[in-house]
């Protein structure tokens, strides 16, 4: 079973830079495809980026060309590295893997 820890999050200027991390416990990360999903209160979470086992990403239009989904199979861990931060991206950010989610954490973009 795998389970799934996000850190990361925090409070960032506009035109700032974070790098979320998720570390997933359990077999077989290498080979899951792994994705990152954002949710702001009263709304559903938003598929934000994906990454497969051989690397292949895709990403929300809203966030293309400013964040970069990444992952390091050796650590059993997916990074996303969100630059140009704007108040919209402001979320708590969750990965997932299958059916499983971390606890999320808080992405807070203000000046």
């Known amino acids: 079973q795998v389970q799934l820890v996000e850190s990361g999050g925090g409070l960032v200027q506009p035109g700032g830079s974070l790098r979320l991390s998720c570390a997933a416990s359990?077999?077989?990360?290498?080979?899951?495809?792994m994705r990152w999903y954002r949710q702001t209160p009263g709304n559903e979470r938003e598929l934000v980026a994906t990454?497969?086992?051989?690397?292949?990403?895709t990403y929300a239009d809203s966030v293309k060309g400013r964040f970069t989904i990444s992952r390091n199979n050796a650590l059993n861990t997916v990074y996303l590295q969100m630059n140009s931060l704007k108040p919209e991206d402001t979320a708590v950010y969750y990965c997932?893997?299958?059916?499983?989610w971390g606890q999320g954490t808080q992405v807070t973009v203000s000046s």
């Open positions: 990454i497969t086992s051989g690397g292949s990403t």
């Open positions: 997932n893997a299958l059916h499983v």
């Open positions: 359990g077999s077989g990360f290498s080979i899951l495809r």
